[in-house]
């Protein structure tokens, strides 16, 4: 496993694919991660080279924004109220 930082700024890893296929998990349930996003300050730049890279843009999310990143989009409920930004700190715990 190797953690390069692409063209854009963001931190992307790259592995030899084994025995993990991907999520298992129904894409449309909630509280789980339905897909990857990237956040830079050219999506449709970072879009192409990623396609370029043989990723399948329809399952990945590209969005502007000011810091760099691969996140995931996390599926809620409709009732959900969500302070934003939302912050994970590193020891799993939610932000409060």
Known sequence: MSTIIDPFGAAVSLWEQRGFAGWTHDLGAPRTPSAPRHSGPDPTAAREFYVALGLNDVEAGFIHGNEPAWNAQIN????????FPVWWPADGSPAG
């Open 76 to 83: 809620v409920l409709p009732s959900t109220r969500l302070r």
